[in-house]
């Protein structure tokens, strides 16, 4: 058994940690707008958020990032979904027909849950990613990449061919040319 002291790095395998933690994360699966007003987060929802940021969960104030910062997240991420790698703005296949991703800013921890969103929370995400993963919560970036993930395979989301890719994105262009 491990000793209390040794809790916060046995939150990662203690069984009934994760059960606590894993009944908490359904919750967001529900309407979080009603839920977040009486919510506090768990010890160990505290803990992956301490670890992640390196600051306590705490204050709450915008609803997007300043643009500085969307600047600055999107160099980081070299303009590509953090969840699923796709350059936003590029085309993949959702039961065979294409479209297009777009922007989305992503609470890495979500805003029902973590009850503050200062510039440190924010991650670029496609609007697809961002639908998939909604307020669910995650104690690492490689987790949620594998959550939504095998989304995209139930959701006959594909990626496209790099060569089809280009093709299209140039047949879309002289549409928009042709379309005012
Ligand atoms: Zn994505």
């Given at each position: 058994m491990d000793k209390p002291t040794r809790r916060a790095r046995a939150s990662q395998t203690d069984p009934e940690v994760q059960r606590v933690v894993t009944e908490f994360w359904d919750t967001?699966?529900?309407?979080?707008d009603r839920y977040v007003v009486e919510h506090t987060p768990p010890p160990t929802v505290r803990e992956a958020y301490l670890e992640i940021y390196g600051r306590p969960l705490g204050g709450a104030s915008r609803q997007f990032p300043r643009p500085v910062d969307k600047e600055r997240i999107r160099e980081r991420q070299g303009?590509?979904?953090?969840?699923?790698?796709?350059?936003?703005?590029s085309l993949v296949l959702r039961r065979n027909e294409p479209i297009e991703l777009r922007t989305a800013w992503d609470h890495f921890i979500p805003y029902a849950y973590a009850q503050r969103n200062g510039h440190d929370n924010w991650v670029l995400a496609c609007h697809l990613c961002n639908l998939i993963k909604h307020a669910k919560m995650f104690q690492t970036v490689m987790e949620a990449q594998q959550f939504i993930q095998a989304r995209w395979v139930e959701k006959r989301i594909e990626r496209l061919d790099p060569a089809l890719q280009a093709v299209l994105m140039r047949e879309r262009m002289a549409a928009r040319e042709i379309t005012p």
């Amino acid at each position: 058994m491990d000793k209390p002291t040794r809790r916060a790095r046995a939150s990662q395998t203690d069984p009934e940690v994760q059960r606590v933690v894993t009944e908490f994360w359904d919750t967001f699966d529900q309407p979080a707008d009603r839920y977040v007003v009486e919510h506090t987060p768990p010890p160990t929802v505290r803990e992956a958020y301490l670890e992640i940021y390196g600051r306590p969960l705490g204050g709450a104030s915008r609803q997007f990032p300043r643009p500085v910062d969307k600047e600055r997240i999107r160099e980081r991420q070299g303009n590509r979904c953090l969840y699923c790698d796709e350059l936003i703005g590029s085309l993949v296949l959702r039961r065979n027909e294409p479209i297009e991703l777009r922007t989305a800013w992503d609470h890495f921890i979500p805003y029902a849950y973590a009850q503050r969103n200062g510039h440190d929370n924010w991650v670029l995400a496609c609007h697809l990613c961002n639908l998939i993963k909604h307020a669910k919560m995650f104690q690492t970036v490689m987790e949620a990449q594998q959550f939504i993930q095998a989304r995209w395979v139930e959701k006959r989301i594909e990626r496209l061919d790099p060569a089809l890719q280009a093709v299209l994105m140039r047949e879309r262009m002289a549409a928009r040319e042709i379309t005012p």
